[in-house]
């Protein structure tokens, strides 16, 4: 196993600038949250102002990620070509206006077109995030950096229980969008001054001897563990958009909670996450330095950590105390979010030279479970069941998600066609 030494590192992977660019990188997730989470906490009056049930309100969530996935693919294409910042300072921009226009839309129909518009901003969020960070970042801290800066993910959910819901009891849903929105704003404002492309001819990862240097669209779209790793990542997003859009609609409609008391409980899951996330990033760059090997360093552990949180989800369908549901729940999507850097290091592990794109792709699965879980959760929500039959078609989801991974995700990379030359992907291993 190669190992790779500071003398060898780019002179911008050494410098301690690497570490403003994951700081942006942490700060601009927060935000991308924050403004997803917001109107999960506004379901009751938003449902009232625009006389909907529901489902129109499922709908409504669902919007959001049918933008995500119409420019996940294409945001990985456009920050491997012209790069991180360019492509992520417009989106940031754009999808900020749209926050502040949803504070101000006076139609429904209107609502949901705006919400389409901003998903078009923040589906860049997440493919930049990675090549950004492959970029700067030594290949032997990727997985921990990564893990750290995916915190801003759980971290924002549980802000949103402490601040959002008792913002909107205090100054209304709408003019909640338009203070984030103008956080995003000037978010963007410091990352256009602040953010480096990195020299051109150094902002590249060192090739495996057996790897094309810059493999063929074909091989990364068909590649079994990269295929196996994107249908986890859609059940992953099964479980984040179920927290992230129906959580505190369930503790409030099927335990009678109140608002203020949903914000505070709907907060233990992400700090579950916030606890569990580092560990699993740590972890991984641990077996990967021991190792090598990326089904060792990564596979194993998002199948086991999603094996765990499907234990937790089964009992949340027979409890009838708000207590045992919050704790099952908390542990539950803990763990699911747990394995959520190693799903990155993947995409880098396997095609350095094409993270971009091979991390759209997985982003682009878990952008079509942003559109159907959150309308499937409100159909099932509104049956005699309830949200037994939602929790149940959730854990369907996760189970198919473990047996992908455990069966197929084998982390070898070789082109399409030609036999495994059995060699893992390593090239990101110290």
């Known amino acids: ?81 012209f790069g991180v910042k360019r492509v992520w300072s417009i ?32 589906g860049v969020n997440f493919p930049a995030m990675n090549r950004a960070l492959v970029d700067w970042m030594r290949p032997n801290e990727l997985g ?51 953010y480096r492309q990195p020299p051109s001819e150094t902002a590249k990862v060192p090739d495996r001897p057996t790897a094309p240097a810059k493999p063929p669209l074909r091989d990364v779209f068909l590649n079994p563990t990269l295929l196996a790793t994107a249908w986890s990542f859609f059940a992953f997003g099964w479980v984040l958009f179920f927290g992230l859009t129906w959580l505190p609609g369930y503790l409030e409609q099927t335990f009678n909670m109140e608002l203020k008391s949903v914000g505070y409980f709907s907060t233990l899951p992400w700090a579950m996450a916030i606890i569990l996330m580092p ?13 090598g090997r990326t089904r060792a360093a990564r596979v194993h552990l998002i199948w086991i950590c999603q094996l765990l949180a499907l234990i937790f989800f089964v009992p949340v369908m027979f409890v009838d105390s708000a207590v045992w549901a919050v704790v099952f729940v908390a542990l539950a999507i803990g763990f699911s979010m747990a394995p959520n850097s190693p799903y990155y290091s993947i995409c880098a592990d396997l095609f350095p030279r094409r993270t971009g794109v091979a991390t759209g792709f997985i982003v682009t699965f878990f952008s079509i479970a942003g559109i159907v879980c959150p309308s499937i959760t409100g159909w099932l929500a509104e049956g005699e ?15 198919t998600g473990v047996l992908g991974m455990l069966f197929f995700a084998s982390g070898r990379v070789h082109p399409i066609g030609e036999p495994a030359t059995g060699n893992t992907a390593g090239p990101l291993s110290s």
């Open 385 to 399: 069941g309830g949200f037994t039959m939602a929790f149940t078609a959730l854990c369907v989801v996760v189970g």
């Open 144 to 194: 921990r950096t990564l893990s750290v800066c995916l915190l801003g993910v759980p971290l924002a959910l549980l802000l949103g229980g402490l601040i959002l819901a008792p913002a909107i009891l205090a100054i209304g849903w709408r003019n909640s969008f338009l203070c984030l929105g103008c956080l995003g704003g000037l978010l963007g404002i410091l990352f256009l001054i602040m």
């Open 279 to 291: 560990i699993a990033g740590w972890l991984s760059d641990l077996i990967m330095r021991r190792t």
């Open 1 to 81: 196993m190669n190992q790779t030494s500071p003398l060898e590192l780019p002179a911008h992977q050494i410098s301690r600038f690497r570490f403003i660019i994951a700081g942006f990188c942490f700060l601009l997730v927060i935000v991308n949250y924050l403004d997803r989470a917001v109107i999960s906490f506004a379901i009751q009056p938003i449902e009232s102002e625009f006389s909907i049930q529901d489902g129109a309100f499922g709908f409504l969530m669902s919007a959001f990620a049918i933008g995500t996935l119409s420019v996940n693919q294409l945001s990985g294409f456009l920050v491997d070509r």
């Open 91 to 122: 989106a940031l921009f754009f999808w900020s206006l749209t926050m502040i226009l949803q504070g101000l839309v006076p139609a429904f129909w209107m609502f949901i077109a705006l919400r389409v518009l901003m998903g078009i901003g923040e």
